[in-house]
């Protein structure tokens, strides 16, 4: 990319790739002052590694920019002595790290479910005296949360993990994501606050694993930008094998990849085509 563009977008369709240097000509729909972009990750870190450019790239466009974070980290410990005080660590450190990036401290979402435990969190329940998983409006579950913060924020646009992901609290915060949309967007649990009036678009971000089929967008930028989002990263300095991740990333380059999903409600009259 040439010096004076700060971020490139390319977008391919079929076997065409549109290319141009502000967001609004390559992401479709775009909302002008009302474009909202919310990040979902699993863990504090796996937003800036994956999708770190692309926030940055938002952020530039005049974009608000949400960050939420699922887990509370409690499984981060590269030594056993810190296994009690971990997840504390990683919470100041994700807010730094944020900040680095330029998102606003109010609009980072701690939803602080037990790390590595999204399994047992999957869904909604109404909470009790023994519930011991993060509470909003007396119930408790990853559908819950979700929907709750989706109300709240109301995004145009989310980027989310890939569901092929190898870590499974990557691929469950994806599939209970998804029907929190579904969930959000209609007069289920009024509790959680008003019906979003609009789906958001969704985009896959990778992390550890590749798409599930080949990515459809790619956000390059300038070396600036790229050095931001390295520094964000090393900011998880209770990570210690955050370098060797750095070290890759600095091998691929200023640049990442995104998956566009549509969000499609089956309507049975789709396929009259394929028996006529």
């Known amino acids: 990319m040439s010096e004076e563009n700060v971020v490139i977008y390319d977008r391919r369709v079929q076997t065409i ?5 502000v967001a609004r000509i390559i992401f479709p729909g775009w909302q002008k002052d009302k474009e909202c972009w919310m990040f979902l990750a699993a863990h504090d870190d796996d937003i800036v ?4 450019l692309t926030l940055l790239a938002g952020l530039k466009e ?3 920019v949400h960050a939420v974070i699922t887990a509370n980290g409690c499984m981060g410990y590269c030594s056993e002595d810190k296994s009690r005080t971990i997840a504390a660590v990683r919470k100041e450190e994700a807010k730094e790290s944020f900040k680095i990036l330029g998102v606003k401290e109010e609009n980072i979402h701690f939803l602080d479910f037990d790390d590595c435990s999204f399994y047992l969190n999957a869904g909604r329940r109404f909470a009790d005296e023994n519930t011991t998983s993060p509470v909003i409006a007396g119930a408790t579950g990853l559908q819950n949360s979700y929907t709750w913060v989706l109300r709240k924020i109301c995004p145009t646009r989310i980027f989310l993990p890939t569901p092929t992901d190898i870590h499974p609290d990557h691929q ?11 969930h ?8 959680l606050g008003p019906a979003m009036e609009e789906i958001p678009m969704l985009y896959e971000y990778s992390t550890y694993s590749d798409f599930a089929t080949l990515p459809t967008m790619r ?6 930008l790229f050095e931001k989002k390295l520094d964000a990263i090393r900011a ?9 991740l750095v070290n890759g990333l600095i091998e691929s380059g200023a640049q990442e990849y995104l998956r566009e999903v549509n ?5 049975p009259h789709k396929h009259d085509k394929l028996f006529n």
């Open 17 to 21: 790739v549109e290319r141009a240097p």
């Open 172 to 182: 469950l915060t994806t599939k209970e994501m998804m029907i929190s949309i579904f």
């Open 219 to 224: 956000i390059r930028t300038n070396q600036e």
């Open 184 to 191: 959000a967007q209609g007069g289920i649990w009024p509790e």
């Open 263 to 267: 969000f499609d409600i089956m309507t």
């Open 62 to 64: 005049g974009v608000e």
């Open 49 to 52: 590694c994956g999708a770190g």
């Open 236 to 244: 998880y300095k209770s990570q210690e094998q955050i370098e060797l």
